[in-house]
């Protein structure tokens, strides 16, 4: 039996997935509503291995080793060196209606950024993607590990980094995974391309949504680094010593986050843009809190330019986010990328500097795990007494926090429940949503350019 749950554990592992690959779900998803056409149908470019233990699938082109545990983790790394990188690319772009758009937003994961999309009209697509590397966690040498795996994805796919994450104090959504390889890109890859190219107005812009935070790294070789810690525990990078897991490797050095953009990409997409006639816009930010109270405040004067009245918020965090309903509903957004204290904290100053919301409805996504950076249940409550109506923090968030689990498409379910708010607005064009984003009260850490 432990052998079975063992491979099945590394089965699981072999797709990438992450934060971004929900959002870009989502924001296909939003769109093909709002257009009223059907979704696309798109075959997911996973890797799974048969009874023998052998790797098959999309994007596999050979066989494993045998089967059983050791077979399953062989298996495993087979896969990785399987990879295609630009596989991933189509499947993503895949995610999205057909026909033309005046426009596309692409960057780091945030949900905050996927709203802005909407408010546009046009895609979001991420610009990297998560593989889990639970090999990682159970090894002895997190960074030695990390960097063995990545030589796996590095050596098919040259243009790409990866980072390797390992955290031992937060487990993440799924429970369990305390290290992951983030793949970034580091030019833009065909399937991007040819979407800019073909499917992109003639003088569509090109949004940049980059998170520019800092963290501490230790670089490896040709495109690898390795990060211990990360900011969905709501501690800094001096707060983790693990002198025993960096033995023999380069010191650790201030570095990006993992959620930024590659800057190999910037440039490569803007020497692109430049050759197909589309202007290449860039927002920077140091913290997500900041880009999420700027959307939240161009969403507001968005439709109370549209004679809405603007006064009702909804608080996703996580997973627990639906842009269609947003939209479809006349609500305003505010994200939070994890539920910590210092997120709370943020939003509650945004609340405080705005003009009042008749409703604040909260979704308050469980993290799984009590820290003492986890904002306690008690705090959500007091962000929606901030409504001077109905304020409430989701009943089934509630009962589930902080150890439990609520799925990512609880939100749907609840924020279908609001009724049309017809007819739809008109989406905004770039430079003015942009003008307007630069005049929002969150301008600290913000850079539009």
Known sequence: MRRRVEATQDVE???????????????????????????????????????????????????????????????????????????????????????????LVVGSPHGAAVHLAMAL????????????????????????????????ILDGNPDVAVRQVYDPVW????????????????????????????????????????????????????????????????????????????????????SDGERAVDRGLVEDLRRYGSAHGHPVRQVLYR????????????????????????????????????????????LVPYWCEHPLRSAVRCLSWWLAGSE??????VFAEPPGMPLPTVAHLEEWQAVADFATRHGLVDRRCARAYPAGVVPGHHATQVLRMHPYDLPYLPFLEVPAALSVMTQSSQTDGLLVI
């Open 13 to 103: 592992s072999l797709w990438p997935n992450g934060l971004g690959t929900t959002l870009a779900i989502a924001s296909g998803r939003a769109l093909a509503y709002r257009s009223g056409v059907a979704r696309p149908a798109v075959t997911t470019p996973q890797w799974t291995m048969d009874r023998a233990g052998r790797v098959t699938g999309s994007g596999v082109g050979g066989a494993g080793s045998t089967g059983g545990a050791g077979g399953a983790a062989a298996a495993g790394r087979h896969a990785r060196r399987e990879l295609d990188a630009e596989d991933v690319a189509r499947w993503l772009v895949g995610q999205l209606p057909e026909g033309r758009y005046g426009g």
């Open 356 to 361: 009042p919301f008749a409703s604040v409805d």
């Open 287 to 330: 913290h997500p809190d900041v880009l999420s109270g700027a959307v939240a405040d161009l969403y507001r004067q968005w439709l109370r330019t549209g004679e809405r009245t603007g006064g009702r918020l909804v608080v996703e965090c996580g997973r627990l986010l639906d842009p269609w309903h947003v939209l479809r509903a006349g």
């Open 121 to 152: 009209g046009v895609p979001w697509l991420p610009v990297a993607f998560e593989v889990p590397t639970p090999e990682v966690a159970a090894g002895e040498r997190p960074a030695a590990d990390g960097e063995r795996l990545a030589r796996d």
């Open 171 to 254: 487990r993440g959504w799924s429970g369990a995974a305390t290290a992951y390889a983030v793949v970034r890109w580091r030019r833009l890859p065909a399937a991007y391309r040819r979407f800019v190219a073909e499917r992109l107005h003639p003088d569509a812009p090109v949004v940049v949504v980059r998170d520019v935070s800092r963290w501490q790294t230790s670089p490896g070789d040709d495109g690898y680094s390795y990060q211990l810690g990360s900011r969905a525990s709501g501690l800094g990078p001096g707060d983790y010593r693990d002198e025993r897991s960096l033995r023999g490797r380069a010191p650790r050095e201030d």
